[in-house]
Structure formats: C-alpha cells, structure tokens
C-alpha cells in the first residue's frame, strides 16, 4: 500500500491489446479457430504504482503480462513502455526495452534453472547485459541477495536446497540484477504459505519503495490484491470489466462480476458469517474459445436483461478513474 | 451431541530405526454432526491426520503409537480390507484435486456406481437411481446426461461435486475435506462451499476440513485445531479462535494474513520457515519464530494444556 | 525489510549434504546394484578390446589346421574354430568391432539427431514439421530393413553399416530431444532468461542443455544396445563387416555351419553379445531410474 510515490507521469500504455491463440486442427495444421485469451485491453500503469489484475483462472490476466513483454506474442494492439511501442520492436531493440521490465512468476520451482547455482542465477544477467568484472559481478549479486533478505553463504547452492519463499526471493533478486523500472508480478504468492506470503508481500513493498519500482500485480487473490494495489483492473473471459482505484473497486463495485467476486471471498472473522450479503454466481466461466454473444458475463449474471445478450456493454465512467462495462450503468 | 470419533496419542512417522515423527500426539474428537477444521501451513501433518483416520497412510509413513476410534471401534489395528468395508461407508474423504481422484478412463456414472456396487446390494435399476439422486443431491446440472461424461469433459467445480457426491453416496457419518477448494476459483468455492454446509446440515453429517486458509475455517467450522509441525498447538469453538487467539502462531497466522475489507499498511510477519522434521527445534517448536519466546520455551517443551472446557493450548506464555 | 532468520549452518552436515547434492543422480544411480555391476561390465570389456592386441593369446587371423574344430583346453580356451583359429581371441578382437560400431554410430546420431531434435522443439513451427517429417519418413522402414537395403546396394564396408546405423538411429535421438525442449523450453526460468534478454544460442546451451542431457543420456546407452544387435544381425546375415575380419555377428554365422558338430562355436560370441547388450540395457535402466524427476525430486 505504498501509495505515496505514484507520480502522474504514465510509465506504460497499454491500447487495445489483442493475443489470439490460433486452435490448429487436422492434418495440415490448418487453423480452425481462435481463443480469444485476450481481446482487447487497454489500461495505463502511472510510475511508481502498483496496478493489479484480478480474475479468475482462464480470463486471460497472465496473458496480458506475457504480451506486455512479448513472451507471448500479440496479434494486434499497442504497448507504450516509455514512449516506445514494444509491438514495433525487433529483436535488437526489444532486448534493451526488456531490460526495463522484469518478471517474477508463481512456480518458484520452475522459474529458477535448476542446474544453476544461485550465484549462476543472479549473475546471468549481468553477464548478459553489463560490461562488468567478474569481483564488481559478485559484488553486485551479494548487494542483490542482501537486498531480498538472503546472504552470501547462499550463493552456491541450488534451488532445491531452498523452501519456496526463499526462491521466491531469488526470484526477485534476479528480476531486480538490472534495475528495471517495471515489474510483472505473475501470482508471485500464490503458491506460498500464509506466514511465507507476507513475508514475500512486505518484501515488495519495502523494494518499490527504495527502488522506485512500478509493479503489475497479476493475481486471482482478492485479499492480496486489496493489500498491495493502487489501482486495479477486474477480467472476465479476455475482457476488463471493471478498472478502478483500489478503493473504488472495493469499497463500490460497480459490476455485478466485481461484487460477485468480492462476496465469494470467504473472510476470516466469524462474527460476519451471516451478516455479509452474498452473491454466488451459478455455473462455471465458459471457455474462452467461444465466449457467449453480448457481455461475455450474461449466462452467469443475477440482473441479466435482454439486451446484456445483444451487445457488448461499452465502458461507463463512473469516476475519473472509475470505469464499468455493463448496462445496468448505460443509462 | 455423541463424541462419534476420538483420535487418542496418535504418533506417526517415517521408517523405524531412524524414526522421524510426523505426527506428534494427536488428541482430539469429532461430535456427531459438527464440522471441525483442523488448519495449518503446509507440512505441518493436517493431511497426514487425515490419512492416518482413513488408513491410507502412504507405506513408508508408519502409525507409533495411538488409538483412532470411530464410534468406540477401533480403526488402527483393522486391515486394509476391514477398512474398505469402513472407508466409503462410514468415512468418506474428498481431495484437493479432482481430476487425479477421479479415473480418467471411466465415466462419472461407472464411478459413483463403483461406491455403491461395493456398499449395498442395490440392482443395476436402483444403482442409477442413487446415481442420479445423488449428483441431484450435489445441484449437478442435468445429472442424467453427466453420468455418461468423463471427468475430463467437466470443469474443476463439476469434477468437485462428483467427488462429494460419490463421498455421499453411502451416506459417511463422517466427510474428511482436505483441502477441497484450494485448486478452485473464488466463485466457485464459495458454490462448494456453500454445498458442504448445506450437506452438512441436511445429513447430519460430520465434517473435517482440512484448510490453510482462515476464511474457510471462520465461513464453514464450528470448531478448529490449529496444527504446527506436526503438533496441535491450539484447539478452540471458532468463534472463541478468532476473537482472541491463545497461541503465539494462531495470532500470527490471523495477522499475517490480508483481509479483505480491512487493508492495513504493513503484514505482520511469522518470521523464518517452517521446521524440518529432521531437524525439529527443542524445546517448544514454534520458539525460533516466536516474538513471545523466553529462555523456557527453547528448553522445555509446553504441554497441551486444557484451559477451560473447550479450549486447549500448547504454549507457555499464552496471550491471555 | 523482513529479516531472514539466518542459521549457523553445522559444517559436518552441510558437507555430507553437498556431496549428495553435486550430483544426486550419480548417488542415486550408485544405489542400483544391477546398474552398477552393468558398467563395471562395460568398462571391462571397453578395457579389453582397446588391450586386445595384448591380451589375446593368439593372432585371431593365424590359421592352423592342424588343430581344426577342438574343444576347450587349456592352449585354447574356448577351443578353435573351423580354420584352427582361437576362439578366445577372435572373440575378443570382436568386442573391437562391436564397440566401434556402437560408439561411432550413437555418437554421430546423437551429435546430428539431438541437434535437430533441439531445433526442432525450441523453433517449432515451419522447421520442426519439416525436421520431423524428414525424420519420421526414415523412421518408417525398420532399421535392419534399411541396413539390409543399404548394404547389399552399395556394397559392405565398415563406414557404410556405420553409417546407416548413424541414419536409422537419427529418428528417436531427435524425438527425445524434441520432447525434451518442448518440456523445458515452457519452464519460467526459460521465459525469464528471454526477458533478460539471453540470446537462443545462450538458452539452447545454458538453459535447455543442461536439463535435457539426462535423457539424451539414457537414450544413448539404450541406442548402444540396437546399434550392436543391428552390427551383429547384419554381419550374421554376411553383408554386415565382412571376415575373415572377426565380429561376433560373423563368428555366430560361422559357428552355425557347424551347429551339429560343435554347437559351441555359435554359442560363445553369443553370449559375448548377450553380456554386452543386456548390460547397456541395465545402465540405461539404471540411469532412467536415477534420473526420474519423481524420484530426484524427493530430497
């Protein structure tokens, strides 16, 4: 919650972005469809800031942060880092944007090589990046593990030796190795325990303050996300439904998704067992590869009306910051 | 309310010679009709507690010492056969993940009917009545047309209510869910959810849910265990657990958690990890990570302590 | 800042953990006894036949009809053959061929085949259609098929059974590979090195190398098993290495002219063959086992 350092400057834009996965079929490998993971977001992130995107599994959120560092490339839109288009990049310049933007993910088991020592980890992209000696290089890489609360008599060992936390913290010391200016965190706590996940939580705050650091925060835990965001953004089936300040989302959710989402979260503290109003939706997410016509939400929705099964609802702005896609707002 | 089943002194672990405890002294007892939470981080023996109650312990996982009564029968000293008479029947226990409970090969009718197959001498006419009754009973849409389907063709909130419904089809006095929606979306555990209360309510039944997380604990238990490396440290009505925790851990757990609609500006942290069980600390097991420990609490190890009529505690500065 | 709770490490048990550490495969591969007792084996024979010139007690090509088809005693051991030659000897002059055979081919299968394979996963697309069909066109004939077609078109010599062996053996070096990569290459650390912005050839060395080499491993020493059984079927059929060159193959085929006579003539390349394959068969076992995510993962 360290809003104190977002500054109005935008630090990425993101306009329109679609990723289709083509669905190849036959023998010819010819392609019969798409899945539409993500289809058409758009979304700025101010520097300093932490942006959260929230939905549930297969509404496309870790797509977009893939997109966004072209891990997986999109079929269409635009992606402003720093007044420079990544989409138009090649290969050359895309390497020196990337450079700026950094990712942690879920899988500490599999985002660290498990071959490698941790000093290979944290050295690879200095190597890579920096004209540097081989002392400065390790002087560095201890600065990088001091900085996420690990030692020196760490370096040379291997992942495995490590519990969860402690290579989520690897984890993060690597996409710290070249000061980047943004980080995509892909559910970084989501598998880690609950003592281990505040842990890694107050960990990045404490980073963005001393760094500077601006962070895409992509999650399913709407505690966690309440926690650490400035701003968030709610996705169902490809879409931004709902985007807003924190307190905007949480405190006055618009959507019907939104305070569906909001009232499933089982909350510890008894004393509001009954108390709470809650929403539970019936049915499943339907898949991505045919979404219903209309708003993509209708066949789940408590207040459908006839025309949710027309039209895609167009975005309301209920504040400056504030904006909704459904039809209950249009009028 | 009737105690339906007592674990007493339960004691397991790993190999014999070089015996390392994985459960330590498990005490505890279920009523008829209550659901109990046993609540922990990972590694610290809530499944394995499951496990040792439906006799499934994996084979180098060995039970000490320690008696599990199930209505005053004793389960520990039945064999694996006496136990699939019981373990269906009178037990049932779903899991985290639905797609590796289920046979991939099979469709979801041959399953249920599997359960009811071994349990009653139903004819295949009535079998598929029950079938259909009892994916009816876990508000499956259209349950005729899913009996043919196979697990991969359902999503993970169907695949969980197969499980329940299979759990249910011989009408278990007792449900262990261990971990049931952990692998699911918010909105749909908070179906599951709501399904297993209801259940519980309709049948009677008795629940344990084995959970790492609070919420579910606070939303779906009348009591809870609180389990550390392989101990219980804490067991109290929840109600009692979350207005004022008595061990050291429960609290942090509680403020380590975000919560929804109560943002703070700082986490409270457990500081370290959890403890090997090769490498357990003396004295009490929560001490290296304890803000409260003294020089006590790192020699001598608390007892669990009954500190009124439904409240126990291990620890030797309960916060009080 | 979360503070880590640093622990004094207890230096004895650290090391003890480190030795198991360096290479938990290699201590898991020790464990298995068949495995082990296997690559004693191997190693001994690979010993023998570099030592041949030395330990055989005769010349395998010296001719002596004087002593034509005897027995085992205690100048021959295993007795002669039917030009009185050494039996012992020609046997071990064999292992030579059968071990050259087998190393060339696995190595060059594996250099061009793993290559391919890795290409082929990490690029997919376009190339790894093209790689894999080419591919799986050779796979389509059986290997000793297509020795069998090969040699009797273009003659018999050494170079080219190695060769086609090389070729039949390409197919499922690549498929491995391929799997392999396809495996790895979805792994996070991989997408991170991307974004550090890692060259391919960097990720191909570093990354996916690394990870995948146990399994180019185990195919190898299974690899090693068929191309000696496909040297030996050839040679055995008289168009694999011709004789009076000896290899196991040729001496079977030799002995079984005299199968009435002196059954054992047939029967001691045989078994040397039997030794040999079975034995890369337990290492390959032995090494998968070792190798078994499921297992190693297990600390």
Known sequence: MAQTLVEQEDLLVVKDLKTHYPIRNGLLGGQTGSIKAVDGVSFTVKKGETFSIVGESGCGKSTVGMSILRLTEPTSGEVIFNDKNVLEKNKHELKAIRRDMQVIFQDTYSSLNPKHTIKKILSEPLVINRKMTKEKREERVIELLRLVGLGPHHLNRFPHEFSGGQRQRIGIARALALNPKLIICDEPVSALDVSIQSQILNLLEDLQQKLKLTYIFISHDLSVVEHISDRVAVMYLGKIVEMGKREEIFNHPQHPYTKALLSSVPIADPKLKNKRERIILKGDVPSPKNPPKGCHFHARCPFKMEKCEEAYPSYVHVSSEHRVACHLLDS | ?320 | MAEPAIQIPNEQTERKKKENVRSPEWAAFKKNKLGMAALWVLIAITLIAIAAPLIAPYDPYAQNVANRMQGPSAAHWLGTDSYGRDTLSRIIYGSRTSLLVGVVSVALSGIIGFAAGIIAGYKGGKIDDVIMRVLESIQSIPLLLLGLMVLVAAGSNLVTLILVITVGLLPSCARIARGTTIDIKEKEFVKAAISMGSSTTRILFHHILPNIMSSLLVISALHMTSAIMVEASLSFLGIGVQPPTPTWGNMIQDGFKYVTLNPTLAVYPGIALIIVSVSFNLVGDALRDALDPHLSRKR
Not at chain 2, 44 to 68: D, F, H, Q, V, W
Not at chain 2, 69 to 79: A, D, R, Y
Not at chain 2, 209 to 233: F, N, P, S
């Open chain 2, 1 to 320: 309310m009737t105690t339906l089943l007592e674990v007493k002194n339960l004691n397991a672990g790993l190999g014999e010679g070089d015996y390392r405890s994985l459960l330590d002294q498990i005490n505890f007892t279920v009523k008829k009709g209550e659901a109990i939470a046993v609540v922990g981080e990972s590694g610290c023996g809530k499944s394995m507690t499951a496990l040792s109650i439906m006799g499934l312990l994996p084979r180098n996982i060995k039970i000490k010492s320690g008696e599990i009564k199930l209505e005053g029968v004793e389960l520990t000293s039945k064999s694996q056969k006496e136990m699939n008479e019981i373990r269906g029947k009178e037990i049932a226990m779903i899991f985290q993940e639905p797609l590796t409970s289920l046979n991939p090969s099979f469709t979801i009718g041959n399953q249920i009917a599997e359960v009811l197959k071994y349990h009653t001498d139903y004819t295949a006419e009535q079998i598929k009545e029950k079938s259909i009754e009892v994916l009816k009973q876990v508000n499956m849409p259209d349950p005729e047309e899913k009996l043919k389907a196979y697990p991969h063709e359902l999503s993970g909130g169907m695949r969980q209510r197969v499980m329940i419904a299979m759990a249910l089809a011989c009408h278990p006095k007792i449900l262990i869910a261990d971990e049931p929606t952990t692998a699911l979306d918010v909105t749909i555990q908070a179906q599951i959810l709501e399904l297993i209360t209801e259940l519980q309510n309709k049948f009677n039944m008795s629940i344990i849910m084995i959970t790492h997380d609070l919420g579910v604990v606070a939303e779906t238990c009348q009591r809870a265990i609180v389990m550390y490396a392989g101990q219980i440290v804490e067991e109290s009505s929840v109600e009692e657990l979350f207005e004022k925790p008595l061990h050291p851990y429960t609290r942090g757990l509680m403020l380590s958690a975000p919560r929804l609609g109560n943002p703070k500006e700082k986490l409270h942290v457990i500081e370290g990890t959890v403890p090997d069980p090769d490498d357990m600390p003396k004295g009490c097991r929560f001490s290296p990570r304890c803000e409260f420990a003294t020089e006590k609490c790192f020699a001598e190890e608390p007892p669990l302590e009954q500190v009124d009529k439904s409240r126990r505690v291990r620890c030797w500065h309960k916060l009080l």
